[in-house]
């Protein structure tokens, strides 16, 4: 996550930074950025009782 939106995170915060103010901006996005990390991680299916030893066919 951290690579992929680094460059859309920062660009944000240049857009919301005029008009919140440095501080504002910097928590809209560090919830939002939880926010995701937190659904994703929700999101994963778990792995532990499957075998992953896949073998192609």
């Known amino acids: ?6 460059v859309p995170i920062t660009s944000l915060w240049f857009a919301l930074k005029p008009t ?6 910097t928590r809209m996005l560090a919830l939002a950025c939880c926010a995701i990390g937190l659904v994703c991680t929700l999101l994963l299916r778990e792995t532990f009782h499957r ?5 192609e066919s």
């Open 51 to 55: 075998d992953l030893d896949f073998t």
């Open 20 to 25: 919140f103010g440095v501080l504002p901006a």
């Open 1 to 6: 996550m951290v690579r992929g939106l680094a």
